[in-house]
């Protein structure tokens, strides 16, 4: 079955704690992106890789870190969570920016 | 003013009503997406167009690429179409997302 799979799903956790959120996706797409979405400012693109190896950023990239070592896999990292990176965050892959998108079920995260 | 704008914010209907939601984008984009997530958080790619009109089932989407508008037209609503509504466009190798339409369909 053609899915991406976030984890974990909800993780509650402390400033400054860094923690890994994964994002693996089994379609082979070279396209792979991270979102956070907040009440009242929508979807908005933190990441987003092109290839393995390429990565660049979004609109909300400060504090956040990712990788793309592998094509199915590009995790998100938080060096230093902070309470402000308190959301609801979503991985998402693609052939390309503008083919249709799948996306994981979503990571919950709250830091306290 | 955001690059992309939705309307309404809000929409209450009865089953049964055909639903219209608007989407008005101010960049040349190459593709529109249409987005739905459901109460429970997820979100399912409804429809990526570029140009004229796109049908699945119920859900209608157009674009007219020269007014920078696309519309999203659900036919004989039903209750479990109650969702999220959101339009996104690539900018360069970006997506900007509209903020999106609640929909709440009442038996």
């Known amino acids: 079955e053609a899915q991406v799979t976030q984890n974990p799903r909800y993780l509650i956790t402390v400033t400054g704690k860094k923690l890994t959120v994964t994002c693996s996706q089994n379609m082979n797409h070279e396209y792979m992106s991270w979102y956070r979405q907040d009440p009242g400012l929508g979807l908005r693109q933190i990441y987003y890789?092109?290839?393995?190896?390429?990565?660049d950023k979004g609109d909300v990239p400060e504090g956040y870190k990712v990788s793309r070592k592998e094509k199915r896999n590009f995790p998100l990292i938080l060096e230093s969570p902070s309470p402000n990176q308190t959301s609801l965050y979503f991985c998402a892959s693609s052939l390309a920016v503008n083919q249709p998108q799948h996306f994981g079920d979503g990571t919950r995260l709250s830091i306290l | 003013k955001n690059e992309v704008e939705q309307s309404p914010q809000n929409l209450t209907a009865q089953e049964g009503e055909f639903i219209t939601i608007n989407c008005s984008y101010s960049v040349g984009i190459s593709a529109l997406h249409w987005l739905q997530q459901h109460p429970g958080g997820g979100i399912v790619s409804l429809f990526m167009l570029s140009s004229g009109k796109k049908k699945h089932g119920r859900l209608i989407a157009t674009i007219n690429i020269q007014e920078k508008h696309s519309s999203l037209h659900i036919t004989a609503s039903h209750p479990r179409d109650s969702a999220v509504y959101i339009c996104?466009?690539?900018?360069?190798?970006?997506?900007?997302f509209g903020t999106g339409t609640r929909l709440q369909v009442f038996p």
């Open positions: 890789s092109m290839n393995v190896e390429v990565t």
């Open positions: 996104a466009v690539p900018r360069t190798d970006k997506l900007i």
